[in-house]
Structures are given as structure tokens and as C-alpha cells.
């Protein structure tokens, strides 16, 4: 993992780059998702791919519930049909959406169980011109160069790769 800088303040990291006068892109997410809720203690491994095609874990985290007991949910990106997506080595692209955060961005899709569309407005995001490893709140990530950080929200930053950025969002513009 020597090729990752480590990261383990995600809000100052975002700061500098920022401050260094990184790329920022407004982007709206276009892409669907199947989604349903996972049960307490369920692991997800999120996975990618780097620019030579090799597997990279991104990130691997637990199902838990909120404060009022409603579990995360699991999503997995869906294709123009509705059916997950698999990277070409068979990984699905799923993800962990605390409960609150997922009813706040997507909706049911009517007439297709599980399936669901993104809600809300343009996003904001910082392009990553080196490859990170986060250390942070008892998780980690990986990301490689060409990714991005989400900071529309500066209280729930997250990092995305380059390729599931473009599987998902129309770009906008870029300052």
C-alpha cells in the first residue's frame, strides 16, 4: 500500500486541496440503484478497479442501525435494466447507506421492487490527482488518482473512484 498516502483528516485533506486550487466539478447523479436493508452485523466489501485493471478494496464496513433501530441499507449499482453491476472480477459495486442518508437522497422507482432513482440537486466534488488510503473513524478507504471527495456536505464527506464517478454522474462543470 506504499503507493497510497495516508490520510487521517479528511476535512483538513479536502482543505489543502482546496487550497491548492484543485479541480472542482458540479455533477448531478444520474445513476440507479438496487437497494434494500441490510441486517445488523452483514459485512460489504466495496470494490474498484485501478487504471491497469487490478481489484482494489476500497473499503469494507458493517451493517448497524441508527439511533431509532432501522438498519443501513445495501446498495448495489444497477445498469440501464435494472440488474446489478459487476466489475470484471465479478465484484458487485455495493456500498453501506445509513438509513436516514439513504431515504434523504433516493425513491423508489414505482413498479420495480428494490430499484430506486437518485433525488436532490447538483453535487460538489474535489478531483484527487494522487492516490489515498483514509484512516478515520475506525474505517479505512482506498482511492486512486482520478478519483473524487464528495464535499457538498463538509459533515459527510466520501470518497468515490474516478470510474464509479463517471458510471454515476453527469458532470456539470468544473472551476
Known sequence: MSAYKKITDLKVYVQELLNSGAPVCTAEKTARILACPGVPGEQVISWSVDAGGAAVKEKEAVVSTDASGHPDWIATKADASGSPVADCHAHLNQWIIGDSTFRRKYTAIPGHPDLYKPIGGPQHFVLLSEAIHIVQWREEWNV???????????EDLYVISGRDFSDTYQAVSYT
Open 144 to 154: 486512486d488518482a482520478g478519483g473524487y471527495i464528495n464535499i457538498t456536505d463538509p
